[in-house]
């Protein structure tokens, strides 16, 4: 019988982060996975982040994680989405390499110590007084455990569509994973069924390339880990994407497949994402749009696929490729593989803790897709936490818990946690009441003091950033003191459309001017030669910083405070244990929901949905007597 300290079942992108931190952290790790040389493999679309997305890779890298280090080794096109918004927003994106991405994930997962993958199918769940001590596989071998992370992505029970043929699998050539499902309800675990899809795969030379709308990434792209050394990067060759558009005949065609379509012949039982419909799906919900945006993404370098983004679909394969045919550059393209869809089983995510450890269970731990999240991003993001969680616990550590004033993470498992999900969650940025202090470009300085907590990143690493944090705050204080004159400054004022100044203006001020960028500002008024501005013309991270601080210093002060207003509520603790049949004063429903979700505080116990204002005033009396 083998022991470890961790077991991570699932070598996705959930799997991956559990498994790493929990070894990081010095703990004996099995990850256990049907096939190894499946570890990281994208399911979907091979692309890492995208609008919020790039926000959780970004966060991941500062505490230690291996997402952004993978995507940025693998990246074939790096583009910094919503650059025309504000900084909130702006958010990273890199097209990957599918084969190269998973090959990378492996050689990390296996280099790492204190980690033994293991291809095993794990079939039942073993508990004794709702303590997990381990799990037993198909072959019935038993291997013990102290913690457990279940990370099975879309493989519980899978059933994969195509029109109205279903096959069992969570992902193309890949079985379900069958069991664990059961076991759980055995053990009392409410679970449902969700739905996802992807579009089908085109013949690279079967396209028109010369008609399509070229895609290209970012002349100077960023890298997503604060750790990737910049001189070498991007390690690989670029390449462009293309866009092009349905129309109202292809809307038509795929029309005539709805009555074999197995999402709308009530064959999918699943609930499917709201954010991310299927093609026919837009079609039904947006029947006044006569055309949809697709993207022709390459799936690698050496690839001849090319993945169909916006075509996801599970319609019978002959409608897919009529279709198609009617889409500007595909008038002669041939399919690879039909685009489908794939139900599987999730547990709703009340049931489990801020720490993602579940309520029933202690030492059970889910991550990624069982907790109802759509999205590799998301998963990682859940994976990092429940990692660190399960070493902490096993090593007599403190718990970790992000708030939602913290990070992105702290906001999507607060949602999860705090709201539950009937359908795929999908991060936002308008889901985080706080973004403008948590921007992509700041993660490493919001985060990184727990990685180096946790053990999870070398002394110089942290180092590096606690000089840049102080070179930050150094920067805005000196550009809020020196002034230029209006004779120095008026001439470039007057070349950028921008108003002239009577006397003097400090920099920070006219930094302000959204025309303006500060590293013009600096160059035209000879401050290169202040020490403090030279190390910020060395650190492009640290002069973006600085920047970005200047000209939303109103906006971040307001949002600021309006942290320390809430915080009041965060920090008014309230016992695990507490029994809210008890309170007959607060609402029937309020005393049903928070019995389900066993809030930690006022703050999480206000944010659910059922729970009114009256009901938490009675909650803060009942707790100060």
Known sequence: MRKFDVIVV?????????ACVSANMGCSVALLTMDKFAIGRMSCNPAIGGTAKGHLVREIDALGGMMGKIADRTGIQFRMLNKSKGPAVWSPRCQSDRKLYSEEACRVV??????????????????????IFGVRTSEDDIINCKALVLSSGTFLNGLMHTGLTSTPGGRFGEQAALGITQSLINLGFETSRLKTGTPPRLKKDSINWNVLEEQPGDENPQPFSFQTDRSNFPYLPQVNCYITYTDEIVHKILETGFS?????????KGVGPRYCPSIEDKIVRFADKKQHQLFLEPEGLDSDQIYLNGFSTSLPAEIQ???????????NVEMVRPGYAVEYDFFPPHQVDLTLETKLIEGLYFAGQINGT????????QGIVAGINAAAKIKGLPEFVLKRSEAYIG??????????????????TSRAEHRLLLRQDNADLRLMNYADKFGLISKEVYEEVSQRRKIITQGVELFDNVKIHARDINPFLVSKGSSEIDSTETISKLCKRPELSLKEILDLNGTSAIPLVKELYKDEYALEQVEIELKYNGYIKRQQEMVDKLEKYEATKIPLTLNYSSLKAISSEGREKLNKVKPRSIGQASRISGVSPSDISILLVYLKN
Do not use: C, W
């Open 411 to 428: 906001v999507l498992i607060d949602d999860l946690v705090t709201k539950s999900t009937e359908e795929p969650y999908r991060m936002f």
């Open 260 to 268: 074999r379509s197995p999402m709308f012949t009530g064959v999918i």
């Open 10 to 18: 699932g070598g996705g992108h959930a799997g991956i982060e559990a």
């Open 110 to 131: 296996t280099a790492i110590p204190n980690l033994e993958i293991i291809e095993a199918n794990v079939v039942d769940i073993l508990t004794e007084n709702q303590k």
């Open 374 to 381: 759509s999205g590799y991003e998301e998963a990682a993001a």
């Open 321 to 331: 490729i009529e279709a198609m045919t009617k889409i500007k550059g595909l008038e």
